[in-house]
């Protein structure tokens, strides 16, 4: 899970997005969408986003309009998180190398900085060695280019967006909308990334893990899909859900459903349905004073100790510790 740089709970944290002509215009318009819509329960913003350019001047975008940024190149010395949408700039993109206003400006940022790339942006921190010992994602498109051009860095073009603490990348376009809404669930809890995403009529959560790219060429009929039994599964977590089961309530054979399942989620049944235990337990640790026992019962783990094992694998802490990280220390007691 991510890690912001510290700031004080009363100050909105100071998000940068450094946009590299020609920009991918919809890359750009992201984060200022998507961590401008995060409020506290005051309705208190919880980010303040600037947009700024490397001249100053309205960047060029790839489809025939130009962007105004909002804030003078300085405010990424005072960035807590940086984010670098997709680009055509060439040095990067073609060679491997960075024009020295480029390196520059990234090189004033604070050194306890959060990094941030969207689709080809990626590109752009590698350049720049921020990537250097880091796993990273594209655009499915361009994985093959980056993986040429910076062969010491792992990518995954098979995922949507990575995280290895200060250093996230997202696969290509909506991508970046996965991995922002990861950053608000990150830092102020599911309830928040939730309501965001609800604003924004998306999915509240794409895992990280999904594949970018799913070829289908016919579209299948509504009874041929496994969507009905995935918002079945949603509502019936405390209840044993093994393939079999699933499978039984989508009227399919295993072998088909687990096909057909793989196609439209890029996961395994039984993975998914860990995933969506360990969502809704985030859930429950943030929004109520159940036990831990309790949240692992309504969660569909059982036992405390599974809830543990899960939520340290997932998230590295301990439910208590979540719970803490989210609710604050006053709602620490003998119960969580």
């Known amino acids: 899970m991510s890690s912001p740089p510290s700031s004080s709970s009363l100050e909105p944290h100071r998000v940068v997005v450094l946009a590299v002509a020609p920009v991918i215009g919809y890359?750009?318009?992201?984060?200022?969408?998507?961590?401008?819509?995060?409020?506290?329960?005051?309705?208190?913003?919880?980010?303040?986003?600037?947009?700024?350019?490397?001249?100053?001047?309205?960047?060029?975008?790839?489809?025939?309009?130009?962007?105004?940024?909002?804030?003078?190149?300085?405010?990424?010395?005072?960035?807590?998180?940086?984010?670098?949408?997709?680009?055509?700039?060439?040095?990067?993109?073609?060679?491997?190398?960075?024009?020295?206003?480029?390196?520059a400006a990234l090189a004033s940022v604070p050194a306890?900085?959060?990094?941030?790339?969207?689709?080809?942006?990626?590109?752009v921190l590698a350049a720049a060695g921020i990537l250097d010992g880091h796993r990273a994602t594209t655009h499915w498109k361009y994985a093959e280019d980056f993986r040429r051009l910076y062969p010491d860095i792992a990518v995954?073009?098979?995922?949507?967006?990575?995280?290895?603490?200060?250093?996230?990348?997202?696969?290509?376009?909506?991508?970046?909308?996965?991995?922002?809404?990861?950053?608000?669930?990150?830092?102020?809890?599911?309830?928040?990334a939730n309501a965001v995403a609800r604003h924004m009529v998306v999915p509240p959560w794409r895992d990280g893990g999904q594949a970018q790219f799913i070829e289908r060429h016919v579209p299948r009929r509504a009874d041929e899909t496994t969507s009905d039994v995935r918002a079945w599964a949603q509502a019936h977590l405390d209840r044993p859900l093994d393939v079999a089961t699933l499978a039984r309530q989508a009227s399919m054979s295993v072998r088909t459903f687990t096909r057909r399942?793989?196609?439209?989620?890029?996961?395994?049944?039984?993975?998914?349905?860990?995933?969506?235990?360990?969502?809704?337990?985030?859930?429950?640790?943030?929004?109520?004073?159940?036990?831990?026992?309790?949240?692992?019962?309504?969660?569909?783990?059982?036992?405390?100790?599974?809830?543990?094992?899960?939520?340290?694998?997932?998230?590295?802490?301990?439910?208590?510790?979540?719970?803490?990280?989210?609710?604050?220390?006053?709602?620490e007691s003998p119960r969580t």
């Open 261 to 331: 399942f793989r196609e439209e989620t890029g996961q395994s049944p039984g993975a998914w349905v860990t995933q969506q235990r360990v969502r809704h337990a985030q859930h429950l640790l943030e929004a109520t004073d159940l036990t831990v026992d309790d949240v692992a019962t309504r969660a569909g783990m059982r036992t405390a100790a599974s809830l543990r094992q899960h939520l340290h694998a997932s998230l590295g802490v301990s439910p208590s510790a979540y719970r803490r990280t989210f609710r604050g220390a006053t709602t």
């Open 112 to 123: 306890d900085a959060r990094w941030v790339s969207i689709c080809t942006g990626a590109f």
């Open 156 to 192: 995954d073009e098979d995922v949507l967006f990575t995280d290895d603490g200060r250093v996230l990348t997202s696969a290509g376009l909506s991508a970046g909308i996965d991995l922002c809404l990861h950053l608000v669930r990150s830092d102020h809890g599911t309830a928040v």
């Open 27 to 103: 890359d750009l318009t992201i984060p200022p969408q998507v961590l401008g819509e995060a409020h506290d329960a005051d309705g208190r913003p919880l980010y303040d986003v600037a947009v700024v350019t490397l001249d100053g001047r309205p960047v060029e975008a790839t489809r025939g309009y130009a962007i105004a940024p909002s804030a003078d190149l300085e405010a990424l010395a005072r960035a807590q998180t940086v984010i670098v949408p997709g680009t055509q700039v060439a040095g990067p993109r073609r060679n491997a190398t960075i024009d020295d206003d480029l390196r």
